[in-house]
């Protein structure tokens, strides 16, 4: 995956060499933090690999690549304070290493610096850029709105669920994707069969996430196993199982969330799932998203064969578990 | 002033009739209770009287005014976190009312939702105006922070006391006209004298707001009077007075700043500011911006006659005192 390496070391130079002023600092020195973290910059890498696909240079993608990046950036500063998250990619996060203020006006400044890259394209595709930028951010909100209501909630419905998780993340790798189809004058059908594609992994990807983090193997995820489960996240696992629960197991599933020794907690839950076969339904409706997802790409007609976006489709699912 | 009046209630009704969803109802109902709040809508009113100016129909405008006055509203919610207000316009601050998670994702949707509006302009010029949008909004930002750094700051220059204002306020004044004479199709030194013009009210308005804070009428400013020497601001009154007084002078400011009785606090502060003359010096300098501001509104060779413009920027500054 040479390409992926490529790209993301292209985006995080492009990162470092923006020009962020030297004062205020408390507003500008948050800015060069979050730049350094590093991270895996898939959504960038998706913007240059559509302008690609359909003949461009990613060279002329770059601004817009950097506009979904610094979008996502501000998103997690802000998330990170709602969600009080002390640390993100083994960093303090902003709103810890300096102050909640500090953060939400950083925050603000970065939502404001994407707007300035988007700002950089040529008027005849300035307004197609924003259009679906501005959809795509108000969407995140909301997502990111549903997902702080349902941690009140004790029942939500498995297409609420799949709602929130399509806002809060997979949206924005439609974005990045039609972005660079725009940029490279892609025609609406193939900007839309690329949002598609984009959406559908997303959420594919998204619920891979809550399979990993109970069945993953811990060496490779890197996370401890059952933490959604520990910390009673609402995830589709847990969805499907009180979906499919009886009575009596809707009772012991409740017990269990109530457990406090999570040994016992995570194994009573661990079985009950294997009774009502949570496993392999999630898996099923991951497969149907991941499936839907490959026909969105295979139908595109493009100049460039499809093999980069699919290696990194296959790259991000088959995440060993 | 029936033409502001009129352009007030327009500005009112096109915010109470945007499309604002019903759900996530904790994202969107804030925006709903902050467009009901009032206020006076001098920025977007600018953004139309600068459109008419150049013979363009307000209605043309109204979206760009609409866009300055969201942002507007924007800035407000999270400056009411990170000043931790518990009201405005006598009502509940967002963050008060819901909680400080709501107020920062509401916040960061209507600065989306000012986007949307800006981006309803032809291809032509979108660009412009997201150009001298953007530039703002990051300005406003840097203000805001120079504002929260100077809290914790005992000397302030007199020249980063004006920066501050400038950013803080009147670049949004400068850009809620430059965006009207853009869509009125003015050319860029109409542009940029309406954007001085704006600018150097801006400063004289805030100038004249420190004044009216300690030698305005209390009837007519409807808060108590010196309620900025109460909370220990940093004025342009404070700062002048300190950059006139000599040693024993600034030693009383001093010890006058740390007096707990506030009845002689003032009193204090009033005597050494009288003998220091910085009421006075304060008017020159504030008339030095209105004067400024006055010459460059002057220059401009537009299709109707100043007027309007001139009319509320003598209501705005003969505020009583």
């Known amino acids: 995956m040479d390409f992926i390496t490529e790209h993301s070391k292209r985006i995080d130079q492009a990162l470092q060499s923006l020009a962020i002023p030297e ?6 020195d948050p800015l060069r ?11 960038p890498i998706l913007t240059l690999l559509a302008a690609e696909k359909f003949g461009a240079k990613s060279q002329e993608a770059l601004p817009a690549a950097l506009a979904v ?3 996502h950036n501000f998103s997690l500063i802000h998330d990170d304070i709602m969600d009080e998250a002390p640390v993100r990619r083994g960093k303090e996060t902003v709103h810890k290493k300096w102050d909640t203020n500090i953060a939400i006006l950083s925050g603000d400044v970065l939502l404001i610096k994407a707007y300035q890259q988007l700002n950089t394209y040529p008027e005849k595709v300035v307004k197609q850029l924003h259009t679906i930028f501005n959809q795509t951010a108000i969407e995140v909100c909301e997502g990111q709105q549903m997902d702080m209501d349902f941690e009140n909630m004790s029942a939500i419905s ?32 193939q900007q839309q069969q690329l949002y598609d594609y984009g959406i559908n992994m997303g959420i594919a990807f998204q619920i891979q996430d809550d399979l990993l983090d109970l069945y993953g193997d811990p060496s490779l995820v890197g996370k401890r196993v059952g933490g959604d489960i520990i910390a009673n996240k609402n995830t589709l696992l847990m969805i ?23 040994e016992v907690k995570i194994q009573g839950l661990l079985k009950l799932f294997e009774k009502l076969q949570v496993k392999e339904k999630t898996e099923k409706l991951m497969n149907s998203y991941y499936k839907t997802a490959q026909e969105s790409l295979m139908k595109i007609e493009a100049k460039s064969n499809i093999s980069a ?9 088959n995440r060993s578990y």
């Open 158 to 189: 498995r297409s609420s669920y799949l709602e929130m998780i399509k806002l809060k993340t997979s949206v924005l790798l439609g974005c990045a994707l039609k972005l660079g189809a725009i940029i490279a004058g892609a025609n609406e059908t």
């Open 33 to 43: 933090y979050f730049f350094t973290m590093g991270g895996k910059r898939i959504r």
């Open 309 to 317: 976006l699919w290696m990194l489709t296959n790259t991000l699912i």
């Open 69 to 71: 990046e610094i979008f």
């Open 240 to 262: 499907l199982a009180k979906e499919e629960a009886n009575s009596s197991q809707l009772l012991s599933i409740k017990k269990l969330i109530l457990e406090e020794n999570t």
């Open 23 to 28: 004062s205020p600092r408390n507003l500008y």
